[in-house]
């Protein structure tokens, strides 16, 4: 499908907080303006939205949905994306640390009310992210994306080498509560966690701590371990990490659980307690 930009500047309601810019991106078909698609919310690394991230949202829009990609850093700059050298990355890491959880929290929820609300948003709303947006995707569902999966409004979450959720590293003070969140079973859509064997941001124990807090809450949680580093799906500046195969295969699986949960109305979940059979 082709696909439009835009952009909204949304207040916020925390003391001292400033407009956060959420960029647009949404499917166009020639004639039929009222058409309704499903809402996905694309959260950033620390370097803003970022070309490789408003291609990738831009992927997503083209399948069919329409995508909210949020400017991470409004309290601090302007929502141009901060460069990825040396000290666009120092800042970046800087600003993770600095801004608080509740203002995270607060980016994640106006994301989503926004599509809530956009003319052509069916009100079906899924969340992905990677690296930092990877976290912030949890609460919807990721640590942005980690947080998008606490809200009840998303109905799924794919977050894509999420940082800082085993060692609660995020926001003011390196102390959020995202796995706490989690044993609290706050999280009740369908979960995509993918991390690369190689990722030295996220070790060994912390995926395992990770991967075994989902199990022991029951979260209906894919957990997906592949061969690759960090930032494996940045097409620019990836310092010799990006696997274009790679990522085209987990994109589709991305697609895969987007079109079954919010591509599709199914009405609500009814649980007859069915026992799988074991047959061969």
């Known amino acids: 499908m082709l696909i439009t930009k835009t952009h909204h500047d949304v207040p916020s309601k925390l003391d001292n907080g400033k407009p956060i810019r959420i960029f647009v991106i949404a499917p166009v078909v020639p004639n039929y303006p009222q058409a309704k698609f499903p809402g996905v919310v694309c959260f950033s690394e620390i370097y803003q939205v970022t070309g490789p991230v408003e291609r990738f949202a831009g992927q997503i829009a083209s399948h069919g949905y329409v995508v909210a990609c949020p400017s991470t850093y409004h309290e601090f700059e302007s929502p141009d994306p901060i460069p990825y050298d040396t000290e666009g990355t120092d800042r970046g890491n800087r600003y993770k640390i600095e801004k608080t959880v509740a203002a995270y929290d607060e980016d994640a929820t106006l994301s989503v009310d926004l599509l809530a609300s956009h003319p052509n948003c069916n009100g ?8 930092l947006g990877g976290h912030l995707t949890l609460p919807l569902n990721g640590w942005s994306i980690f947080q998008a999966a606490f809200d009840p409004r998303v109905l799924s979450s794919v977050c894509f080498f999420a940082t800082d959720i085993h060692n609660a590293a995020l926001g003011q003070g390196k102390n959020d509560d995202s796995l706490e969140r989690v044993r609290k079973s706050e999280i009740k859509g369908e979960l995509v966690m993918i991390f690369g064997k190689q990722d030295t941001h996220v070790p060994r124990a912390g995926r395992d701590l990770i991967r075994n807090t989902l199990e022991d809450a029951n979260v209906a949680c ?26 085209r295969s987990l994109f589709t699986f991305m697609l895969e ?9 199914f009405g609500p979940r009814v649980d007859k307690g069915d026992k799988i059979e074991h047959v061969c």
């Open 124 to 131: 079906r709303i899924a969340a992905t992210g990677m690296c």
């Open 257 to 265: 659980v987007f079109e079954r949960t919010v591509g599709r109305d």
């Open 222 to 247: 894919s957990f997906l371990e592949v061969q690759a580093q960090h930032a494996f799906i940045r097409d620019e500046s990836s310092k010799g990490r990006w696997d274009a195969a790679l990522t």
